[in-house]
């Protein structure tokens, strides 16, 4: 039961335009989600969240932004750049599991030149 | 800051052999996180460390996979017998343990079963 989805498997974006990458999810006691980005032979690193009592985050190039009633997000990135291309994994936690995360299985995102 | 650390990067076994993963968090960080990455997949969390306690193990395949966090700093995790469906990267995180606290992770293991 995948519980944290990202349909689009890769994304391409040309340089300096707007990347939007989505998320849904079905659990509606999720109330944390994150976003993560991957290099190859790196792990994960992170990069925004958003608690469920917002429905927007920004940082810098970055902004997160959730509809708990859609039980979606999205992750904005503008404007996009050549070493954004990378794996990008959502994430979700609710309260009563610690902090333990569901992923999805990521979006590659490709920006060219 | 240095990072989580984990070793080896790479390991190639035999199925039925045994290996060990081993994992050095943050410093300071209280709660060390095991994930399980297949390709194609997100990463998913075999168990959770708080300080030297298992938090959470409920994914873990327990016949075969065990880990242990002594004196709440370094951790391994070991697979005895190996199985070809064990083929992934395994993947150390840690977090200061405090609510809405973001994991680190390390770079992973690479393990490959033949």
């Known amino acids: 039961d995948q519980q944290v989805k990202q349909n689009s498997p890769s994304l391409s974006v040309q340089e300096g335009r707007i990347s939007i990458l989505n998320c849904d999810y079905t659990n509606s006691m999720f109330d944390y989600f994150l976003w993560y980005k991957k290099y190859p032979a790196e792990g994960p690193t992170f990069l925004i969240s958003i608690s469920s009592i917002k429905d927007k985050n920004e940082d810098g190039r970055f902004t997160v932004f959730l509809n708990k009633s859609a039980k979606h997000l999205s992750l904005h990135i503008v404007p996009s750049q050549p070493g954004d291309s990378a794996v990008y994994f959502c994430?979700?936690?609710?309260?009563?599991?610690?902090?333990?995360?569901?992923f999805g299985t990521g979006t590659r995102l490709q920006v060219t030149l | 800051e240095a990072g989580v650390a984990q070793s080896p990067r790479y390991k190639i076994i035999e199925k039925r052999q045994s290996v060990a993963f081993w994992c050095n968090p943050i410093s300071g960080h209280a709660t060390l996180y095991w994930y399980q990455q297949i390709l194609g997949q997100g990463p998913k969390l075999l168990i959770q460390?708080?300080?030297?306690?298992?938090?959470?193990d409920s994914q873990l395949p327990k016949d075969r996979f065990s880990a242990e966090r002594l004196k709440g700093v370094d951790s391994t995790l070991k697979i005895q017998p190996a199985k070809l469906e064990d083929s992934a990267v395994y993947l150390c995180a840690s977090s200061p343990g405090q609510l809405n606290q973001p994991q680190h992770f390390g770079d992973g293991t690479r393990l490959s079963i033949l």
């Open positions: 994430a979700a936690r609710y309260t009563g599991t610690a902090s333990k995360l569901t």
């Open positions: 460390f708080q300080n030297n306690g298992v938090v959470d």
